[in-house]
């Protein structure tokens, strides 16, 4: 499966951004979906996961209550509702894919497809 973010850009602290990632040539209903973000210097870090119907969510302490994940099997799509920005939220934002059988979704080996990123820049 091939993945595309996009929806990034340069926001102003407590501005939204939504995130949008497109898959193709494959459905993703059995995929388990999920954020990741890289900021300059540091480790790529999990943000947040979607299980097959998105009954179940999980997020970062440092976005709960802030980000919502969600998807559209339907469209092959998974978005990141990003509210309440703040600077140290700066990053690349991947999206990524976990086929079964399922790894632990919270850290990065678990994930078997990734999406190239998209920019997003706080400013304070």
């Known amino acids: 499966v091939q993945l595309q973010a996009s929806g990034g850009g340069l926001v102003q602290a407590g501005g939204s951004l939504r995130l949008s990632c497109a898959a193709s040539?494959?459905?993703?209903?059995?995929?388990?979906m999920a954020w990741f973000r890289q900021a300059p210097g540091k480790e790529r870090e999990f943000m947040s996961a979607i299980t097959l119907s998105g009954s179940r969510t999980y997020y970062a302490d440092s976005i709960k209550g802030r980000f919502t994940i969600s998807r559209d099997n339907a469209k092959n799509m998974v978005y990141l509702q990003m509210n309440a920005l703040k600077p140290e939220d700066t990053a690349i934002y991947y999206c990524a894919a976990d086929r079964p059988p399922w790894g632990l979704l919270t850290t990065i080996g678990a994930y078997d497809y990734w999406g190239q990123g998209t920019q997003v820049t706080v400013s304070s």
């Open positions: 040539g494959r459905t993703i209903d059995s995929y388990i």
